[in-house]
């Protein structure tokens, strides 16, 4: 199981992965597949995209990365929020403003995100900090 866990987890690292170099790389197509346009102030909605969704998608593929390699829980915590964060934004969103076409896929996503790491964590050791000052 360990295994499997980690390979699925390793798996959407490397589709974060591909997310966030996209981003980083051409923002406007990557946004457009997201539903998202640069709009009038194109240099900023670009920055923006190119700052904010590969930061996102990075930060998340490197600590699930090693989180997968190490099979450690604590290192995916970071992932975890992120992405029960965003499934939680577009909750609000589809309760709020209602549906939209393809509203559903991206949530999945997100759900099989916070799935996968919420089992690995609870699976997976921690690692304990060795306290300086020890009693006794």
Avoid: Q
């Avoid at 980690?6 to 051409?26: H, Q, R």
């Avoid at 998608?57 to 970071?78: E, N, Q």
């Avoid at 929020?81 to 999945?108: C, D, H, K, Q």
């Amino acid at each position: 199981m360990h295994f499997v866990l980690s390979a699925i987890i390793a798996l959407l690292a490397l589709l974060d992965l591909m997310l966030g170099v996209g981003f980083l790389v051409n923002p406007a197509a990557s946004g457009a597949d997201f539903g998202l346009s640069a709009g009038s102030a194109a240099a900023e909605g670009l920055s923006a995209m190119r700052a904010d969704f590969a930061a996102f998608f990075l930060v998340a593929a490197g600590f699930m990365a090693l989180g997968a390699w190490r099979r450690r829980g604590d290192v995916l915590t970071v992932p975890l929020a992120l992405f029960a964060i965003a499934f939680t934004g577009r909750l609000i969103n589809l309760l709020v403003v209602g549906s939209y076409e393809g509203w559903w896929l991206p949530m999945l996503v997100e759900l099989g995100h916070v799935a996968a790491l919420g089992l690995a964590i609870r699976v997976w050791p921690w690692r304990r900090r060795r306290s300086k000052f020890r009693v006794g």
